[in-house]
């Protein structure tokens, strides 16, 4: 029977190595989830400075003063000649031009849509996360069977 105890250490070894591959990937891709998700949060947080902007300006009407960024951290001062209107990329350094209120409901609607993205991301990691911490149990479990 000394071949079947030898067999069951290998099919035990074989077992580890599978889950330790497995866990292996799984962190790999719980990192990558949690790389995006930190991502979308800044998308998000730059989305919501711009909308705020751009109401605050639409709220000034005219006598917007705005500091324009010239590069190296330095600004000018300028006057917004047209709160009416915004400058919009679209894609593929396109850009066309919209009006101030559908700019604002587009910038909303991207909002909404990056917080879709980041709660399915959100729960792509927990249950990635819950998954780790039950091949950590299983493979220490097996290890000390050994």
Do not use: C
């Amino acid at each position: 029977m000394w071949w079947k105890k030898v067999s069951n250490n290998e099919t035990q070894k074989e077992d580890i190595n599978a889950l330790v591959l497995e866990l292996s990937n799984l962190q790999s891709y719980a990192e990558a989830l949690r790389q995006q998700i930190e991502l979308s949060s800044t998308a998000i947080m730059e989305l919501t400075i711009s909308k705020s902007s751009l109401e605050e300006i639409k709220r000034r009407g005219g006598n917007a003063e705005v500091l324009v960024p010239i590069g190296a951290g330095n600004f000018i001062r300028a006057s917004i000649k047209d709160v009416n209107s915004v400058i919009v990329n679209i894609g593929a350094n396109v850009s066309i031009e919209k009006g101030i209120d559908v700019a604002i409901s587009d910038i909303e609607e991207k909002i909404k849509k990056v917080q879709s993205q980041m709660e399915n991301l959100r729960s792509q990691y927990i249950q990635v996360v819950s998954r780790i911490e039950e091949l950590q149990v299983k493979i220490n479990e097996l290890s000390e069977k050994k």
